[in-house]
C-alpha cells in the first residue's frame, strides 16, 4: 500500500501520482477499460499494489462487465457484481471476506468515476418530463394507413383495454406464476444470459447498476406460452408479411421487455428497417426518436464494407439523457414522449429510437413488415454497405466526391462540415464522442450543421435510397451480412412464398425483389437464354428464382434454367465443368443412375459485352474465347478434353483455401455466367413433403438413396494425368513455413491428391475454432471447445493408411470415387406414386393412393472426389433428421461395405478409434 497521506499546513495531499507511478499520464477512464481485460485473480493482486488501485480495481461496473463476459446460460446474481464474479469461477469460499469493511482514502478524485458513481446510483422519480411532442390519440385503421404507417411516431390509447395483461402483468403476479421459468436477459455483453424470473426481480430490487439488466426475451411465447394468451395484436399491426414463413424459418419478431428505472434501449434502429408497437402494461417509459439518417448526437455507426453488417456505438440510456441531451439545441432535439400504461407507441421503419424506464416497466412489443416497410426491408437485405450506411447516417455516411454533388444543392457552406474517411474495412461515421471531456461549442455547431444537412438533403425515400446499391454486388454471390435478420436461404423462401401466396401484390414484391436479389438482372438473362435456344418465355408465375439454393433457378413449363453466379466465375466454372463431365461419363458407362438425374437440354455462356448479353453454347469441352480471356484455367489442364473437369477443381478448391474473404468476393463480380437447362421433373422435392410423408414413405426414400449412392460410388474416376496434376500441385505452392504448414512433413512416396489434401487439412486445423465460432449457433460451444478431441494429429498415419502394391508403388488404403456431397432434402424429387404405377420400388410396395415416391437427385455441381462416406453425412443429419432406422434401410439398400477396403489387414474389432468409420466421418 502507498504512504500517501496529510502534509500539514498543505491540507489533503493528492495521492494520485504516487499511486500510479508511471500509470498517472493515463486518465481514469482509459486505466478502467485497461483492467476489464485482467482476470478476477490479477485484480485482487493489483488491487493490493496502492490505494488508487484498490479503487479502482473495486469498482462494480468494472465486475459488472467482467462477469457478463464471463456468463453465458443461466445465472444468479450474489448481491454485487465482485460477489456474483467469484461465484462463477467457483471462488467465493476462498476469497470471502465476511468481517472485513471496505477500505476509504481520502486524496483522490476522478471525476469520470464520480459522474460513473452518480449515473448507478441517481433516481429517476423527480426527473421533470413534460408529456412530449409525439402525437396522442385514438386512430382508426384507415386513419392510421393514411397518416403515420411509414411516415411518423404516434402514442396511441385504447389498443390494449380488453387485454387481460392490463390487469395480470404486474410484478408480484408474474413471479407467482412464472418465476421458475428462465427469460432471455439483455445487455453488451457477447455471451447469452438467462435468469429464473424470481432471480431477476430479486437483483431488479437491489442492483444499482448504471445500466441494469432488463428482460429481452423473443421466446417468451414458447417457454410461457399463457403469456400470449394475454394479449392480442391490435388491428392496426395485424398484417405481417413474414406470416408466410415457418415459425423455425422467421427473424425474431415478438419481445416481452421488463426492466427497472435506469434500464432502457440505447440508440438503435430496429433490425431489417422493420416497424414496431411497444405496450405498455406498467410503470412509465421515456422515448427519443431521430426520423431516418439523422444520427443522434454521441453516437457511431460502423458499416463494414465487405457485408455492410452495421454495428452502433452509443452510450447508455441514461448517459445520453444525463450528458448529452443538454447539449442539444431546441431544433436538434429529438422528438419526445413518456409512455403510460396502456398506451401503444407506434415506430416507423428507419426511425431511431431511444429508451429510458423512469421506474420499473413491464411492456410488450411487435417488428412487422406491411406493404409500407416492405420495400425498405428488401433494400436492408441487398448486398454491399453503402447504401446500408446512407439509411442509418444519411448523407454523412458518404464519402466526399459522393457527397459534394447533393451538399452543392443544399447547402452554401460545404466546408463547415467535417467527413470521416472511408477505410477498406469499415465506414466509421461519428458524430461526437463519447468521452467525458467534451468541447460543448463544437459539439453544438457540428450538430446544428449536421442537422441541416439532414432536413435539406436527405430523404428516406426508397427511390433516393436504392441509387445508392451496389449494383455489381449481387445477391447470390456477395457476403451476406452477419446482422441480416434473416439468411440468404430464407430470404429467397420468403419472397417465393409471399409471390405464391400473394398474387395481388405481385408488384410491389417484384420491386423488392429486384432490390434484395437483382431479380431484374436475372430474369433479363433467363430470357435471353429462353430466345436463344427456343424456349418458352417464363409467365407470370415463372418471373422469381425459386428455391433456396446459391444459384439462380426458373422452372418452365417443361424446363428448369439454371445459372452459376455462386463464388464467383471460376468457382461457376468448375462446377458446371465437372457436372458436364459427370453428366458424359454416366452416358459412357450405361449407369442406371442416370435414368434418376434430369436430363441435360442444353448449357452454354452468358455474358454481358458492349451494353447487351450474348450467348455461346458450351458443353465443358474446349474453351469458349470469352472464357479463354480469363486465364483462369492452369496450363496443365488446358488441353484437356474437360479443361474445369473434376481433377482441375479439387486443385482450385485446395487454392482457394488461401484467399481471403475480400479477395474471393471480388471474384464475384464478373458478368460472365455458365448456366445449364434440364428437364423438369415432375412432383416436389423432398423438403416440400417431409412433413406429409408416411413412414412407409420414408422407408422407401431410404431404399432409392442408398440403391443411387451405390450407383454413383461404383461409377470408374476419370483418368488422372499425374504429371499434369503434380505440376498443378506445385503452382498452388502452398507455403510451408508461413501459414501454420510447417508441422506437416512432405512426403514423397505419398500420391500427389492425397499430400495436397493432407497439407491443407494441416492448415485449415490451425485456425478451426476460429471458423467454427463464425458459424454461430448451429454448434455449441462447449462441442466447439473439444473439437481437436476429434482431430489427429498426425493425417497420414491415422487418416491414410498408406501400403505397398505388388510394384513396390506406394498405395493409398482408401477409395477415391465419385461423391455428390450435397444429397440435401432440396435436391431429392419425388412424384405421386400414380404417377410410377403400383408395384415394387427399391424392394418397398408402392400402392397406396396419395403416396409420393423418389425419382429424381437433382443438382451435381458439388460433385468431388472423394471418401464415399462423405455422402452419408448430409442425408443423415438433413433429410433423415438422425433417424438411425433410415439410416440401417440406406445402407442396406447400399448393399455394404460402403468403405471398400478401408479395412485392409485390420479386423472389425480394433480397439484403435481412428480405425472406425464414424470417427473418419466426424
Given at each position: 500500500m502507498d504512504?500517501?497521506?496529510?502534509?500539514?499546513?498543505?491540507?489533503?495531499?493528492?495521492?494520485?501520482?504516487?499511486?500510479?507511478?508511471?500509470?498517472?499520464?493515463?486518465?481514469?477512464?482509459?486505466?478502467?477499460?485497461?483492467?476489464?481485460?485482467?482476470?478476477?485473480?490479477?485484480?485482487?493482486?493489483?488491487?493490493?499494489?496502492?490505494?488508487?488501485?484498490?479503487?479502482?480495481?473495486?469498482?462494480?461496473?468494472?465486475?459488472?462487465?467482467?462477469?457478463?463476459?464471463?456468463?453465458?446460460?443461466?445465472?444468479?446474481y450474489k448481491g454485487s457484481w465482485k460477489k456474483t464474479m467469484l461465484h462463477l469461477e467457483h471462488l467465493l469460499g476462498e476469497y470471502e471476506e465476511p468481517f472485513r469493511k471496505s477500505l476509504c482514502f481520502d486524496g483522490f478524485n476522478s471525476l469520470f468515476l464520480y459522474?460513473?458513481?452518480?449515473?448507478?446510483?441517481?433516481?429517476?422519480?423527480?426527473?421533470?418530463?413534460?408529456?412530449?411532442?409525439?402525437?396522442?390519440?385514438?386512430?382508426?385503421?384507415?386513419?392510421?394507413?393514411?397518416?403515420?404507417?411509414?411516415?411518423?411516431?404516434?402514442?396511441?390509447?385504447g389498443l390494449a383495454d380488453t387485454w387481460s395483461a392490463r390487469n395480470t402483468w404486474t410484478i408480484d403476479?408474474?413471479?407467482?406464476?412464472?418465476?421458475?421459468?428462465?427469460?432471455?436477459?439483455?445487455?453488451?455483453?457477447?455471451?447469452?444470459?438467462k435468469m429464473k424470473f424470481k432471480d431477476y426481480v430479486s437483483y431488479m430490487n437491489i442492483q444499482h447498476d448504471e445500466d441494469p439488466l432488463y428482460v429481452f426475451d423473443d421466446k417468451f411465447g414458447e417457454v410461457a406460452p399463457d403469456l400470449l394468451k394475454d394479449y392480442s395484436v391490435p388491428l392496426l399491426f395485424q398484417e405481417d408479411l413474414f406470416d408466410v414463413l415457418d415459425r423455425d424459418n422467421r427473424p425474431p419478431f415478438r419481445w416481452l421487455i421488463i426492466g427497472p428505472e435506469r434500464s432502457g434501449a440505447s440508440w438503435h434502429v430496429d433490425p431489417a428497417l422493420t416497424s414496431a408497437w411497444n405496450t405498455l402494461l406498467c410503470g412509465r417509459k421515456r422515448w427519443a426518436?431521430?426520423?431516418?439518417?439523422?444520427?443522434?448526437?454521441?453516437?457511431?455507426?460502423?458499416?463494414?464494407?465487405?457485408?455492410?453488417?452495421?454495428?452502433?456505438?452509443?452510450?447508455?440510456?441514461?448517459?445520453?439523457w444525463l450528458d448529452f441531451y443538454p447539449l442539444l439545441p431546441d431544433e436538434d432535439k429529438p422528438i419526445e414522449r413518456t409512455q403510460l400504461p396502456g398506451e401503444t407507441i407506434f415506430v416507423p421503419s428507419g426511425w431511431w429510437h431511444c429508451v429510458l424506464n423512469l421506474e420499473t416497466t413491464i411492456a410488450v412489443t411487435q417488428n412487422f413488415v406491411n406493404p409500407k416497410n416492405f420495400e425498405f426491408v428488401c433494400l436492408d437485405m441487398a448486398p454491399g454497405y453503402r447504401h446500408k450506411g446512407v439509411v442509418r447516417a444519411g448523407l454523412l455516411a458518404l464519402d466526399g466526391d459522393s457527397l459534394e454533388d447533393i451538399e452543392r444543392d443544399t447547402l452554401s457552406d460545404k466546408n463547415s462540415l467535417s467527413y470521416p474517411d472511408l477505410t477498406r474495412k469499415e465506414k466509421r461515421v461519428r458524430i461526437h464522442e463519447t468521452g467525458e471531456n467534451q468541447n460543448h461549442e463544437g459539439t453544438d455547431r457540428v450538430s446544428s450543421k449536421s442537422y441541416d444537412l439532414w432536413k435539406h438533403g436527405f430523404s428516406y425515400d426508397i427511390d433516393f435510397l436504392s441509387t445508392f446499391l451496389d449494383r455489381e454486388r449481387d445477391h447470390y454471390s456477395s457476403p451476406w451480412s452477419s446482422g441480416n435478420c434473416i439468411g440468404q436461404r430464407e430470404m429467397r423462401q420468403w419472397l417465393s412464398k409471399l409471390w405464391i401466396a400473394k398474387p395481388a401484390m405481385r408488384e410491389l414484391i417484384w420491386k423488392g425483389a429486384c432490390l434484395a436479389l437483382h431479380a431484374d438482372k436475372w430474369l433479363e438473362c433467363l430470357t435471353k437464354i429462353c430466345a436463344f435456344h427456343n424456349l418458352p418465355f417464363p409467365c407470370d408465375d415463372e418471373r422469381l428464382p425459386v428455391g433456396?439454393?446459391?444459384?439462380?433457378?426458373?422452372?418452365?413449363?417443361?424446363?428448369?434454367?439454371?445459372?452459376?453466379?455462386?463464388?464467383?466465375?471460376?468457382?461457376?466454372?468448375?462446377?458446371?465443368?465437372?457436372?458436364?463431365?459427370?453428366?458424359?461419363?454416366?452416358?459412357?458407362?450405361?449407369?442406371?443412375?442416370?435414368?434418376?438425374?434430369?436430363?441435360?437440354?442444353?448449357?452454354?455462356?452468358?455474358?454481358?459485352?458492349?451494353?447487351?448479353y450474348h450467348i455461346v453454347p458450351w458443353d465443358g469441352k474446349g474453351l469458349p474465347c470469352v472464357i479463354a480471356k480469363c486465364n483462369l484455367v492452369s496450363d496443365a489442364w488446358v488441353d484437356s478434353e474437360f479443361p474445369f473437369n473434376v481433377w482441375s477443381k479439387k486443385l482450385f478448391e485446395y487454392r482457394r483455401c488461401r484467399i481471403s474473404t475480400s479477395e474471393s468476393a471480388s471474384s464475384a463480380?464478373?458478368?460472365?455466367?455458365?448456366?445449364?437447362?434440364?428437364?423438369?421433373?415432375?412432383?416436389?422435392?423432398?423438403?416440400?413433403?417431409?412433413?406429409?410423408?408416411?413412414?412407409?414413405?420414408?422407408?422407401?426414400?431410404?431404399?432409392?438413396?442408398?440403391?443411387q449412392l451405390h450407383n454413383l460410388h461404383l461409377l470408374p474416376c476419370p483418368p488422372l494425368n499425374n504429371l499434369n496434376f503434380l505440376d498443378g500441385v506445385h503452382k498452388v505452392n502452398l507455403p510451408l513455413v508461413s501459414d501454420c504448414l510447417e508441422d506437416v512433413p512432405h512426403k514423397p512416396n505419398v500420391p500427389a491428391e492425397w499430400e495436397i489434401f493432407v497439407r491443407v487439412l494441416g492448415r485449415r486445423k490451425k485456425d478451426v475454432k476460429s471458423r467454427l465460432n463464425m458459424w454461430g449457433d448451429p454448434i455449441p460451444n462447449t462441442l466447439i471447445e473439444?473439437?481437436?478431441?476429434?482431430?489427429?494429429?498426425?493425417?497420414?498415419?491415422?487418416?491414410?493408411?498408406?501400403?505397398?502394391?505388388?510394384?513396390?508403388?506406394?498405395?493409398?488404403?482408401?477409395?477415391?470415387?465419385?461423391?455428390?456431397?450435397?444429397?440435401?432434402?432440396?435436391?431429392?424429387?419425388?412424384?405421386?406414386?400414380?404417377?410410377?404405377?403400383?408395384?415394387?420400388?427399391?424392394?418397398?410396395?408402392?400402392?397406396?393412393?396419395?403416396?409420393?415416391?423418389?425419382?429424381?437427385?437433382?443438382?451435381?455441381?458439388?460433385?468431388?472426389?472423394?471418401?464415399?462416406?462423405?455422402?452419408?453425412?448430409?442425408?443423415?443429419?438433413?433429410?433423415?433428421?438422425?433417424?438411425?432406422?433410415?439410416?440401417?434401410?440406406?445402407?442396406?439398400?447400399?448393399?455394404?461395405?460402403?468403405v471398400r477396403g478401408m479395412l485392409r489387414g485390420k479386423t472389425v474389432e480394433s480397439s484403435n478409434e481412428l480405425d472406425r468409420i464414424s470417427y473418419r466421418a466426424m
Open positions: 504512504n500517501s497521506d496529510k502534509s500539514p499546513g498543505l491540507g489533503i495531499r493528492d495521492r494520485r501520482a504516487d499511486a500510479l507511478g508511471d500509470l498517472k499520464a493515463l486518465p481514469d477512464e482509459i486505466l478502467c477499460a485497461i483492467l476489464e481485460f485482467l482476470s478476477p485473480r490479477d485484480l485482487a493482486r493489483l488491487a493490493c499494489v496502492s490505494s488508487v488501485m484498490y479503487i479502482l480495481c473495486n469498482e462494480e461496473p468494472l465486475w459488472m462487465g467482467i462477469s457478463l463476459k464471463r456468463v453465458n446460460g443461466s445465472f444468479q459522474r460513473r458513481f452518480y449515473r448507478c446510483h441517481t433516481t429517476l422519480d423527480t426527473f421533470s418530463f413534460d408529456d412530449g411532442n409525439v402525437e396522442k390519440k385514438e386512430i382508426s385503421l384507415e386513419d392510421f394507413s393514411l397518416n403515420y404507417d411509414g411516415k411518423k411516431p404516434v402514442l396511441l390509447t403476479q408474474l413471479v407467482t406464476k412464472y418465476g421458475d421459468i428462465a427469460f432471455k436477459i439483455s445487455q453488451r455483453s457477447p455471451g447469452k444470459m426518436l431521430y426520423p431516418p439518417g439523422r444520427v443522434p448526437l454521441g453516437v457511431t455507426v460502423n458499416v463494414n464494407d465487405e457485408d455492410g453488417d452495421v454495428h452502433v456505438e452509443t452510450p447508455s440510456s441514461l448517459q445520453w433456396t439454393g446459391s444459384n439462380p433457378v426458373y422452372l418452365l413449363a417443361d424446363c428448369a434454367v439454371k445459372i452459376f453466379v455462386e463464388g464467383g466465375l471460376e468457382t461457376a466454372l468448375y462446377g458446371l465443368g465437372a457436372e458436364l463431365e459427370f453428366y458424359e461419363l454416366l452416358c459412357e458407362v450405361s449407369s442406371p443412375l442416370k435414368n434418376h438425374i434430369p436430363d441435360v437440354l442444353a448449357s452454354g455462356i452468358i455474358f454481358f459485352e458492349n451494353e447487351s463480380n464478373s458478368r460472365i455466367c455458365p448456366y445449364i437447362i434440364t428437364k423438369r421433373c415432375k412432383g416436389k422435392i423432398f423438403a416440400q413433403l417431409r412433413d406429409t410423408l408416411s413412414l412407409e414413405d420414408a422407408l422407401n426414400l431410404a431404399s432409392f438413396l442408398g440403391e473439444k473439437v481437436d478431441e476429434y482431430i489427429p494429429n498426425d493425417f497420414f498415419a491415422n487418416l491414410l493408411d498408406l501400403y505397398e502394391d505388388a510394384d513396390c508403388l506406394t498405395k493409398v488404403n482408401k477409395p477415391w470415387s465419385w461423391i455428390h456431397s450435397d444429397i440435401m432434402d432440396d435436391n431429392v424429387h419425388m412424384e405421386p406414386s400414380n404417377l410410377i404405377g403400383d408395384g415394387s420400388i427399391n424392394g418397398y410396395a408402392v400402392h397406396k393412393k396419395g403416396s409420393w415416391s423418389p425419382s429424381h437427385i437433382l443438382d451435381f455441381s458439388d460433385l468431388s472426389i472423394g471418401d464415399p462416406i462423405y455422402d452419408l453425412i448430409p442425408i443423415y443429419l438433413d433429410i433423415f433428421r438422425g433417424d438411425s432406422h433410415l439410416l440401417k434401410q440406406l445402407l442396406e439398400s447400399y448393399k455394404l461395405p460402403l
